[in-house]
């Protein structure tokens, strides 16, 4: 079985065809992980270039590892 190549999403960025930024765009991150020492994810919003807000949640650690990366995004929404 060949096994494929898959760009990272933070490789790629997704514009409108409009290229400049319009004023007060929010630009949000998330991320959610599992390691031995325990599960989290997080989130962080900018407006422009401007830090807003930072959220971050532990999570049990019998939680899968796609659990906190879905907090994390239903936590931005």
């Known amino acids: 079985m060949e096994v494929g ?4 999403p ?4 997704i514009r409108s ?3 400049k930024e319009e ?4 630009h ?8 031995e020492k325990g599960v989290g994810s997080g989130i962080v ?9 930072s959220v971050q949640c532990r999570l049990n650690k ?4 796609n659990q906190p990366e879905k907090l994390a ?5």
Not at 5 to 8: L, N, S, V
Not at 45 to 53: A, C, D, G, L, Y
């Open 28 to 35: 949000i991150y998330t991320d959610g992980s599992k390691t």
């Open 62 to 65: 019998k939680c899968t590892n």
């Open 5 to 8: 190549y898959w760009q990272h």
């Open 45 to 53: 919003i900018f407006e422009s270039v401007q830090h807003i807000k």
């Open 17 to 19: 065809t409009d290229e």
């Open 73 to 77: 995004i239903l936590t931005a929404l």
């Open 23 to 26: 004023t007060g765009s929010l």
């Open 10 to 13: 933070s490789e790629t960025s």
